[in-house]
């Protein structure tokens, strides 16, 4: 399968703790977003690497929130001291450089913190 | 700030007849435009896009209108068959020129198409 990978599927999680996400995009695609989505709402954006660069930040990304995309490739999304409204399906999407607007999603990371 | 909107939360259609969904937009830096419809348990898959120097675009069975006036843009599907039920969701964004900016995406409008 070439998609989108996001691990794990889904998360459960005590408030306080750290939860740590992974996106593989498709390999040839060089930019890489996140984003998180709750009931009822369309997909809202966190941030976006274009390789390893990190060139757009969503204020709805708290100082808790840090992404990385260290070579490139894969990329991490770390939620620190989650908080209960931190629940939700995180997004994780590539999209080739001819093509920005296509993204292509994973099917989503689930995360629910009691 | 919602500055996409779909207003529509569902829509139910009958097979074979024509699916109309719309899409309100209030900034008007926006001159990128996007569908992307979702199935359950799946992430969202791009459907058809249309730059603002078009007002129209088709794919198959799929046609994106853009009034740009009215900051308006609808999907229509013709004719409609049972595996479009799915979520769609409008988004806009603005073209940079060899790039995009980021994606806003609408809440969705969940359309049900019955035999």
């Known amino acids: 399968d070439t998609g989108v990978s996001q691990n794990p599927r889904h998360k459960i999680t005590k408030r306080g703790q750290n939860v740590t996400f992974r996106c593989d995009p498709i390999s040839e695609h060089n930019r890489l977003y996140w984003y998180r989505q709750t009931l009822g709402q369309g997909p809202e954006f966190l941030t976006y690497?274009?390789?390893?660069?990190?060139?757009?930040k969503s204020r709805l990304l708290s100082d808790r929130f840090s992404a990385e995309r260290p070579k490139g490739s894969f990329s991490t999304l770390e939620i620190q001291r989650t908080e209960q409204g931190d629940s939700a399906m995180y997004l994780c999407?590539?999209?080739?450089?001819?093509?920005?607007?296509?993204?292509?999603f994973g099917e989503g990371s689930r995360l629910t913190v009691l | 700030d919602q500055q996409v909107k779909q207003n529509s939360p569902s829509l139910s259609v009958q097979e074979g007849r024509i699916s109309i969904l719309n899409c309100d937009y209030t900034?008007?830096?926006?001159?990128?435009f996007l569908w992307y419809k979702k199935y359950p348990a799946e992430g969202p898959t791009f459907l058809i896009s249309i730059s603002s120097i078009k007002d129209k675009n088709e794919d198959g069975r799929f046609t994106v209108f853009l009034n740009k006036s009215a900051k308006h843009l609808s999907l229509h599907i013709v004719p409609s068959q049972p595996g479009d039920s799915a979520v769609y969701f409008c988004?806009?964004?603005?073209?940079?020129?060899?790039?995009?900016?980021?994606?806003?995406f609408g809440r969705g409008t969940q359309l049900t198409v019955w035999p």
């Open positions: 900034n008007s830096m926006f001159d990128y």
């Open positions: 999407a590539s999209s080739h450089r001819k093509k920005p607007g296509e993204l292509f």
């Open positions: 988004a806009a964004s603005v073209d940079r020129g060899s790039t995009l900016g980021r994606l806003y």
């Open positions: 690497f274009q390789n390893e660069a990190q060139l757009e």
